[in-house]
């Protein structure tokens, strides 16, 4: 069983309309979770964090997060153009320090003008 | 610069030769991480440095593999004896606890 499992896609959504992007993850003792936002050729930025069950909002950012599900979403609204990028999940690594990730391989999300 | 710097940005050598990766962390971040990335994949996680601690090696995929940091500041990667499957692209991050911050990556390619 991966660790961290997301939809590659690519998702294609319209511009200005909410883009919603999901994450499963395996290990029951994972505490924080991350989304990064991936242009291609450069590297991770970290856009998101969220270490307890509900919403957090930055923005046109909302991370969701469900321990008892096991997933954490991450919903953009108004989508824009500059949006189009593969957005990683992480989880912390069982093991790997206070701050060690597993990283899911990303979707591919792409904003539609 | 604020951020985390590595050097160089791309490297091209030929298999079976030596390569050293440099990562400059975020001025007073005691974590270190090596992750590297292939074409269409996701990050691997390599190796951990934290603090003083004994560095968690779990990740490096063979002995070719090594690393240090030194003075609980600058980090160096070697690969030994390239081979063509160790090129990617090799990401170092640091950390203070809340989230890992990328640096700009160093392109290998072993041709």
């Known amino acids: 069983q991966k660790e961290v499992e997301q939809n590659s896609g690519p998702l294609s959504v319209p511009e200005g309309a909410i883009a919603s992007l999901n994450c499963t993850y395996s290990d029951r003792g994972s505490q924080s979770f991350f989304w990064y936002r991936q242009y291609s050729g450069k590297s991770p930025e970290l856009i998101m964090s969220?270490?307890?069950?509900g919403d957090k909002e930055d923005g046109r950012f909302t991370a969701q997060l469900n321990k008892a599900s096991q997933y954490v979403s991450l919903l953009i609204r108004d989508s824009q153009p500059s949006d189009s990028a593969t957005y990683l999940c992480?989880?912390?690594?069982?093991?790997?320090?206070?701050?060690?990730?597993?990283f899911g391989k990303g979707t591919h999300l792409i904003i539609q003008p | 610069g604020a951020g985390v710097s590595q050097s160089p940005s791309n490297k091209v050598t030929e298999k079976g030769k030596d390569v050293e990766l440099r990562c400059d962390p975020i001025s007073g971040h005691t974590a270190l991480y090596w992750y590297r990335q292939s074409l269409g994949q996701g990050l691997e996680f390599l190796i951990y440095f934290q603090g003083n601690s004994a560095p968690d090696k779990s990740g490096l995929p063979s002995d070719r593999f090594s690393a240090e940091r030194t003075g609980g500041s600058v980090s160096t990667l070697t690969i030994q004896r390239t081979q063509q499957e160790d090129s990617a692209v090799y990401l170092c991050?640091?950390?203070?606890?809340?989230?890992?911050?990328f640096g700009p990556g160093t392109r290998l390619t072993v041709l």
């Open positions: 991050a640091s950390s203070l606890g809340r989230g890992l911050f």
């Open positions: 969220i270490y307890s069950n």
């Open positions: 992480a989880v912390n690594r069982p093991g790997g320090g206070a701050d060690g990730l597993t």
